[in-house]
């Protein structure tokens, strides 16, 4: 086959297939940073931990945007027996390769293959215990099944003004593919 022929036949596949792995807002357009979440997470990061997922400098709508194009992932997930992703910013997505649609469609489990489970319930009790941890370093995977180590994290837990455990979240600093 001719490189052209090749080419254009790659450059048609990715059409099909490669924007249902696209980054993509919140699928509420009057919404796309889902500022009610984005502010349960920064303020329950700031008030467990005492420090800033985001620089301090914004608020409202700003703050939120900022948080969902942030360099670093963040993903959190709900409070269910077998816990649901319920958020991940653009570089969340970009990461484990999964568009908003189908990040809201996994439980968080899903992010370790399945011999390395066992050591992430035991460390999402320990964050439960805990309040937060900063030290987590642990292999996880895309949704395509491509291995990266995260080499720095912090996890915390999801608490409302109320103080109502809402779920955990996670912002992977550093990361490296294996």
């Not at 969340?92 to 439980?107: C, D, G, S, V």
């Not at 941890?133 to 837990?157: C, L, Q």
């Not at 608490?159 to 955990?168: F, N, P």
């Amino acid at each position: 086959m001719s490189q052209v022929f090749l080419a254009a036949l790659l450059s048609m596949f990715r059409a099909v297939v490669e924007p249902s792995m696209q980054p993509t807002f919140a699928t509420d357009s009057a919404n796309p940073y889902l500022t009610d979440h984005a502010r349960l997470l920064l303020s329950s990061f700031h008030r467990i931990t005492g420090k800033h997922l985001i620089s301090p400098e914004g608020a409202g709508e700003a703050a939120y945007q900022a948080l969902f194009e942030a360099p670093y992932a963040v993903a959190s997930h709900d409070t269910a027996e077998d816990p649901m992703f319920n958020y991940g910013n653009l570089a969340a997505q970009k990461l484990f390769e999964m568009n908003w649609a189908i990040l809201l469609t996994h439980p968080s489990r899903h992010s370790a293959e399945p011999e390395n489970r066992a050591e992430r319930s035991r460390l999402l009790a320990r964050v439960t215990k805990r309040g937060f941890i900063d030290d987590y370093r642990g292999v996880r995977i895309s949704s395509t099944g491509r291995r990266f180590r995260i080499e720095e994290a912090m996890i915390w837990n999801l608490i409302d003004g109320e103080g109502i455990y809402r779920g955990q979240a996670a912002a992977l600093y550093q990361w490296a593919e294996l």
